[in-house]
């Protein structure tokens, strides 16, 4: 079963916006990780956040997450058509090594 | 290799045949990874290797799909005996490390699969 769903499903945005994509998982653990996919083919990772971690940034991408409700979030500032993707989560559970990924959200950035 | 390479990027196969997904990882990595991808999906995990042996093999869907890794290096997955319902991309991905979960996977372009 998915450890991570992502939502929305689908977004689209003008070129300029902030777009923001969540992501709720079920058990307890170590960390979440975001990936980017262009076209159906492989996955592109971008950031990595620890447990014990509430908000990480790496350029225009800041990610934040809470333990507590199971749930991280990805926002992408001043959005560009480049940026149009998929966009998924993946997590571990804790005490296994296996990433599990989400059903991602597919971003329209429209120039 | 700069990158993990697939083989071949695209396959068409009839029904019942026997098809051989071949997976390069950048060199040095350790552990490798078999996801599948069905239209519009998600990535469905399907087995881990760290060097030569597996792990994790909870993802196999059923008996018709293997996997192997020699030298610590290529892998194949091999389908059996196709069904329409194993069309989807099959994405290879590996990581240096020892398969933690805080290692970050690197992807190849996949295999698309197509099974008439």
């Known amino acids: 079963s998915q450890q991570g769903e992502e939502d929305p499903q689908a977004l689209s945005i003008q070129e300029g916006e902030n777009a923001t994509m969540n992501c709720s998982y079920k058990?307890?653990?170590?960390?979440l990780q975001w990936y980017r996919q262009n076209s159906g083919r492989g996955l592109v990772h971008l950031i990595l956040?620890?447990?014990?971690?509430r908000e990480k940034h790496s350029g225009r991408l800041r990610v934040t997450l809470d333990t507590s409700k199971k749930s991280s979030s990805l926002l992408i500032t001043a959005s560009r058509a480049a940026d149009t993707a998929s966009y998924f989560c993946?997590?571990?559970?804790?005490?296994?090594?296996?990433?599990?990924f989400g059903t991602g959200t597919k971003l329209q950035v429209i120039p | 290799g700069a990158g993990v390479s697939q083989s071949p990027s695209n396959k068409v196969t009839e029904k019942g045949k026997d098809v051989e997904l071949r997976c390069d990882p950048i060199?040095?990595?350790?552990?490798l990874y078999w996801y599948r991808q069905s239209l519009g999906q998600g990535l469905e995990f399907l087995i881990y290797?760290?060097?030569?042996?597996?792990?994790?093999k909870s993802g196999l869907p059923s008996d018709r799909f293997s996997a192997e890794r020699t030298g610590g290096s290529v892998s194949t997955l091999t389908i059996q005996r196709t069904q329409q319902e194993d069309s989807a991309v099959y994405l290879c991905?590996?990581?240096?490390?020892?398969?933690?979960?805080?290692?970050?996977?690197?992807f190849g372009p996949g295999t698309r699969l197509t099974v008439l």
């Open positions: 991905a590996s990581s240096s490390q020892s398969g933690r979960s805080t290692d970050t996977q690197y």
């Open positions: 058990t307890s653990i170590n960390n």
């Open positions: 956040i620890r447990s014990n971690e």
């Open positions: 993946a997590t571990d559970a804790r005490g296994y090594q296996k990433v599990t």
């Open positions: 060199s040095g990595h350790t552990a």
């Open positions: 290797f760290q060097g030569n042996s597996a792990p994790d």
